[in-house]
Structure formats: C-alpha cells, structure tokens
C-alpha cells in the first residue's frame, strides 16, 4: 500500500512569513496526527484528527498555527506568523483506528531564518 | 499521565557487538509501548511493540524488547550491531481512552563503530 505522503520535503521561509504543509495519510486510515520534532527532541504531538473532526489540539499553538482535515481526508497545517523557534521537521501520521499500528510520513523540514 | 524516559541519549558501540538501549515508562495502566527507529532524512519506522501479550517482543532487524512491569522498563537489545543500525531510536507509550496518541521519548543516538 502506497505510504503517508507529505510535502514539500523542505521549506525555508523568513519569520512573520506564513507557510503551509500538506498531508495525504494511507487510504482508509480514519485518524490522523500532526507532529512538531525539534532538532535533538522526540516528536510533539500538535493535532488529532478523526475523520474531519478534532479529538485533541490542546498542545496547538492557536495563535499562530491552525490545522484542517477536509472531508476527513488529506490534511493541511499551516503556520502564520512563523517564528524562528518554529523551526522543526512536522511529522504527519495516520491509523486505521485506535488499537492499529501508526504510519508516519517522511515530514517537512521547515527552516524559518 | 503516561511518560517515557530514554536513559541515555547517545550509545556507541562496536559493530558485532551487544545493543543495549534503556526505556523507563510511567503509567496507571498496562501500558503499550512500541520502538520506533528513525535513520537520517527519513521517516520513522516502527521496530516493535508490546500491548499486553507476550512480554518478550521480537521486532524486525533482530532487535528485541522485555516488558519488565516490575522495572517499568522495556529495554531495547540486539545480540550483534550493524553499521546500518546507526540511527536515533525512540521509545513511546500510547494514550488511554479514545485519543490513543503516541507519546515519544527524547530519543537515543546509537553509533556503530567499525
């Protein structure tokens, strides 16, 4: 089965500029999370998607990020104003349901200077 | 709320030899906890996973993981190191309830020396 496909793979923005990234989990696959790694950290939770409906956001900074799921699909996140601590590979992820295996795509490799 | 310690957050081993990577977790429940490897500039790939059958859990590429509930440990091993187990290694437990996130570790740097 084809994997979780992110882009793009790199991307490199000013601060207080906006920029988005996009998410197609594997088909089927109900839920869907959107990770934050920091160089030298473990991934951080930022969003849970079911379907096209929220389960968790409380680790979003809503202030400046916000996060979709149309038509319980593919999944965008986007980040506006971006700052430089911002700076991180953000992590897509997708189940089948709560008791199956995860599977994370490659990730966006966000650099904000 | 469950957690997870990676006691180490780099290892350097000699290829051929014994891998040791050490997991502490912290939960009111039995938990399940999983390896996740992640090799430079790619994704991450699931090693293996423990939900409450068999304590000692196999994995791909020779690793295996104990379940010890009276260490809250499960400590990640492989009898010999390749020099393409170099990599950063992540343990995580996963969330009760409804929202079963995962919940990851800081991570451990294996090196495999030559």
């Known amino acids: 089965e084809a994997g979780v496909a992110q882009s793009p793979r790199y991307k490199i923005i000013e601060k207080r500029q906006s920029v988005a990234f996009w998410c197609n989990p594997i088909?089927?696959?109900?839920?869907l999370y959107w990770y934050q790694q920091i160089l030298g950290q473990g991934p951080k939770l930022l969003i849970q998607f079911q379907n096209n409906g929220v389960v968790d956001d409380s680790q979003l900074p809503k202030d400046r990020f916000s996060a979709e799921r149309l038509k319980g699909v593919d999944s965008t996140l986007k980040i506006q104003p971006a700052k430089l601590e911002d700076s991180a590979v953000y992590l897509c992820?997708?189940?089948?349901?709560?008791?199956?295996?995860?599977?994370f795509g490659s990730g966006t490799r966000l650099t904000v200077v | 709320a469950q957690s997870v310690t990676q006691l180490d957050s780099h290892v350097s081993v000699s290829e051929g030899t014994p891998v040791l990577l050490r997991c502490n977790y912290s939960?009111?429940?039995?938990?399940?906890l999983f390896w996740y490897v992640q090799h430079p500039n790619k994704g991450l790939q699931l090693l293996l996973k423990?939900?409450?059958?068999?304590?000692l859990v196999k994995g791909i590429n020779g690793f295996e993981a104990e379940f010890k509930k009276s260490e809250t440990s499960f400590h990640l091993t492989k009898p010999s190191a390749h020099m393409s187990d170099a990599a950063e290694y992540f343990c995580v437990v996963i969330g009760s309830g409804s929202a079963r996130q995962l919940t990851f570790g800081s991570g451990t740097q294996l090196t495999v020396l030559p």
């Open positions: 939960s009111s429940y039995s938990p399940s």
């Open positions: 992820a997708s189940s089948i349901g709560q008791y199956y295996g995860y599977t």
């Open positions: 423990y939900t409450s059958a068999a304590t």
């Open positions: 088909s089927g696959h109900a839920t």
